[in-house]
């Protein structure tokens, strides 16, 4: 029995003969000849000399065992519909769009932006992409128009796919409006746009340019059209980062790295096997979506869910347990969700989670955001099934920590998210002195040491001195990739995330992660989420402030129950933290402004707060909420 310890050792130490026993989890049309040439960093070339396609792993490899086992179910909440397709199906779907592509003169090398809510169409665009060696860019659903104009020029795709509409909590969002806004704005627009109906939103089409997939599916329906075979190194995909901290980097991915990483991950990581069932709560606009919605569970032969829908609502009727029926009715045993999406759950009665037979799952898995203490034990007691972290990023494309439940059961440790995986070479570095931090408790800047391991980017979409100067130049006589993010790692080697380094601040000559004091102030009572940010303070330098959305809603409106609370909880962190690290102020609001994959917009929250300019706000969730925080902090002036 190996431990992870030697399996991760191995990893870095027999780095070749390592990944080379992965590669052997997929399918080669030709077997890689190098497995890592890193002759030119930090650009690695992976399995170069080999080639392969990631559609034929993901589907056609598995038509001689699984033909008749559902590949894909696509369930909309929202609409009440559910359509489940086996390998066969999904075979012939991918066949039809791929031909369809082919009809508007997609090939080898071109770009498809799919711009899609959550149904099966978008899977088979994804694949169908991939089977013609052509890169797609996956832009979350329902983004405005301007941000979809910009990544549209960015990505100069030949065709668009898109739809006519997609649902959220019963509201139909039209998507056609918005990209006809966009096609108009782009300098560089594609001359077909391929569209899916669905019934929802008119769909008026523009002759010559708009085509309708239920007319193309019919002309291509029997259609067979072969994997191209292109190198491990060709590109497969570009991918814009969730835009957290500023204008979002389109991270360029690789085909053959990515497909390994993908299974060896499915493997070692989730401990998954063909036939098994995959619920991933993400969006394919994300990278979890990409990995863990498609192309992992696909990889691995096991069937996966696509879902259109809230947590807590089926369409406008709240449902609380709706994620829980369908864990019981397709027998799921991977769950893998994002911490804000258990936050609200949370807020409801555990016991909806007890209505449904759920002894299949086996575990869930949970990343995008930190992920605090009382809300993982909350939905650890709750599932009574380990609940695991993960930590990883758009451009990684796979955890760089979390615990490989495959390789060595452990019990993991509430409030990290674990140990670096093998194939990333982790260090803790000094920002200032760019010296590796060796012992326990030191805080430093989290890095990766090249070269990254497989199925992480290859570079910024043509940009590459972006990538280097970004990612590679920014520590102090260090050539190592920054993850950007900050953290401390205990005497057995567990990792915690103090936040992005952007987000450290500096009271008082004192470096404090913004992280900690969000940590103690969601362990009150009284708060059901926060951010808290670093504003600038004539006195202290910076001065943390909180925004806190309390557990009862009315606590925050009434101005003596808000005093009280803000005493509380500054009280709170004095007695955990210290005086140091007590926030100058507390604010209340209904909800928080984040992301469209849910991640709290802190750097927005900080230049409300100093009165700055809100820079990019085009993967901002909800405007209503950054007006709150702008109204809030107004009100104490
Ligand atoms: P941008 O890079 O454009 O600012 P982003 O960093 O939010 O956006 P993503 O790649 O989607 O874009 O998110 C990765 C980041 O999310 C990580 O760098 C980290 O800050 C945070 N993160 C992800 N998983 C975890 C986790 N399990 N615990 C703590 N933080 C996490
Ligand atoms: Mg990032």
């Known amino acids: ?10 990893s870095i130490e027999e780095r070749d003969t390592f990944w080379a026993e992965q590669a052997r989890l997929i399918d080669w049309h030709t077997p890689p000849q190098q497995i890592c ?32 086992q559902p590949a894909l179910v696509a369930i909309s909440s929202e609409i009440g519909t559910e359509r489940s397709y086996t390998y066969e199906e999904l075979h012939r779907e991918v066949n039809a769009m791929a031909a369809a592509l082919q009809s508007l003169g997609v090939v080898r090398g071109d770009r498809v932006l799919i711009y899609m809510p959550m149904i099966a169409e978008a899977v088979f665009a994804m694949l169908a992409c991939v089977r013609l060696g052509a890169l797609h860019t996956v832009v979350f659903g329902g983004f405005a128009p301007a941000a979809l104009a910009a990544r ?57 340019r708009d085509l309708l997939w239920s007319e193309l599916r019919q002309a291509h329906a029997d259609a067979v059209v072969p994997c191209e075979w292109v190198d491990a190194t060709h590109p497969s995909y570009t991918l814009y980062t969730s835009g957290t901290t500023g204008r979002p980097k389109g991270v360029q991915r690789d085909t053959g790295g990515y497909a390994v990483a993908l299974a060896a991950s499915m493997r070692h990581i989730f401990d998954a096997r063909g036939g098994q069932t995959f ?12 990995s863990y919605i498609v192309y992992g569970p696909l990889i691995a032969g096991m069937t996966t869910l696509v879902y259109e829908g809230l947590p807590v609502a089926a369409g406008a009727t709240p449902d609380p347990a709706v994620w829980w029926r369908l864990v019981q009715r397709h027998g799921v045993t991977h769950m893998f969700s994002a911490p804000t999406a258990i ?58 920590m979390t615990i490989a439940n495959g390789v060595e059961r452990s ?17 803790l570095i000094d920002e200032a002195t760019g010296q590796d931090l060796q012992g326990a408790g030191q805080k430093g800047v989290i890095a990766i040491e090249g070269p990254l391991p497989p199925g992480c980017m290859q570079t910024v979409w043509r940009d590459d001195e972006r990538f280097v100067d970004t990612y590679w130049k920014s520590l102090p006589g260090r050539f190592v990739y920054n993850t950007f993010d900050w953290g401390v790692r205990d005497e057995d080697g567990y990792y915690f995330i103090l936040g992005r380094t952007d987000d450290v601040i500096n009271v008082a000559g004192h470096r404090l992660g913004t992280r ?29 402030l909180a925004v806190v959305v309390p557990r009862d809603a009315a606590a925050g409106g009434d101005p003596a129950r808000a005093a009280a609370l803000e005493a509380e909880l500054l009280a ?56 709150q925080v702008r109204e809030a902090v107004g009100r104490g002036l």
């Open 1 to 10: 029995m190996t431990t992870f310890a030697d399996f991760h050792r191995r």
């Open 37 to 68: 040439d890193w002759s030119r960093p930090p650009f690695a070339r992976w399995f170069e000399g080999g080639t392969t396609n990631l559609c034929h792993n993901a589907v056609d490899r598995h038509l001689a065992l699984r033909a008749a």
């Open 152 to 208: 549209i020029d960015d990505a100069e795709p030949r065709v668009v796919v898109s739809a006519d509409a997609g649902s959220r909590g019963g509201r139909v969002l039209a998507y056609k409006p918005l990209l006809d806004e966009a096609l108009q704005r782009a300098t560089r627009p594609p001359a077909q746009v391929l569209l899916v109906d669905r019934g929802l939103a008119p769909l008026p089409l523009q002759p010559g």
């Open 279 to 290: 619920f991933c709560t993400s969006d394919i606009g994300w990278v979890v979506g990409h």
């Open 343 to 400: 936050r609200v759950l949370r807020r409801q009665d555990p016991e909806h989670l007890k209505r449904y037979d759920i002894s299949s799952l086996r575990a869930l898995w949970l990343a995008g955001e930190p992920l605090d203490e009382p809300t993982a034990r909350w939905i650890q007691d709750a599932l009574g099934v380990p609940v695991v972290d993960n930590y990883w990023q758009t451009e990684s494309g796979w955890p760089i």
């Open 411 to 427: 019990a993991g440790r509430i409030g990290s998210p674990g140990v670096p995986m093998y194939g990333y070479d982790l260090r």
């Open 516 to 544: 900690e004091i969000e940590e103690v102030l969601a362990g009150h009572a009284g708060v059901a989420e926060v951010a808290v940010v670093g504003v600038a303070d004539a006195v202290k330098g910076q001065a943390a």
């Open 572 to 627: 709170h962190v004095g007695a955990q933290l210290g005086a140091i690290a007590r926030p100058s102020r507390v604010v209340f609001v209904g909800l928080l402004p984040k992301t469209r994959s849910g991640k709290l917009l802190r750097r927005a929250i900080q230049a409300v707060c100093e009165g700055r300019d809100t820079g990019d706000l085009s993967t901002l969730e909800d405007p209503g909420a950054l007006q």
